[in-house]
């Protein structure tokens, strides 16, 4: 079960509609605490090779949250772009991708104006949130990615809907946009893979 199931159960079982009582606040802190250290050690990368790194990296002019997560370095890395602007995943993603860090070094990435990058940057950034500067986030990003993990080449994954595509397939929405533009302008992005993933 991932973390956003696991918080909505405790949720509805530890708060009743309305309650805000410190009895019962104190009730749900123990049952977040609860599943904080059962995900710590249900998704934790124990291996030699592995990494598993959580840090702010100066993107763009900013601090933007990036999160690094696979069971051996020597594996392709998977750039992973979140829907746009404001809807940031890696809060439950991690729990989906787990099973995947098999085979990639995956990479979550909470983009100008999302997430934890919002949370340090504040609303002060909005007016730079233009398809054109996150594109050039995602260009600097890969270039990061690629000191840091010695790798040449990465693939882009984006999100649509509930399915999970390899950049290249595309309906006309921003992440499509933004992946296919940071593909075309970044020499490390691999090439166009036409395929679709569905989760299960």
Known sequence: ????????????????????????????????????????????????????????????GIEQWVSIRGQDRANPVLLFLHGGPGDVTSHWTFAVFAAWEA?????????????????????????????????????????????????????SLRIRSVRFSVCGWCGRDWTCSMCTWVRDRSPITAGTMRSRMTLS
């Open 1 to 60: 079960m991932c973390l956003s199931v696991g918080v909505a159960i405790a949720c509805s079982v530890v708060l009743p509609l309305g309650a805000d009582t410190p009895a019962q606040l104190n009730k749900l802190d123990e049952a977040l605490a609860f599943l904080r250290t059962r995900n710590a050690q249900q998704f934790a990368v124990n291996t030699a090779k592995g990494i598993d790194e959580e840090s702010y990296v100066s993107i763009g």
């Open 103 to 155: 085979h990639f070094t995956v990479v979550q990435w909470d983009q100008r104006g999302a997430g934890r990058t919002l949370r340090k940057s504040g609303r002060a950034v909005a007016p730079t949130m233009t398809l054109e500067r996150m594109t050039q986030d995602g260009v600097e990003l890969a270039e990061y990615l690629r000191k840091r993990l010695g790798k040449e080449k990465m693939l």
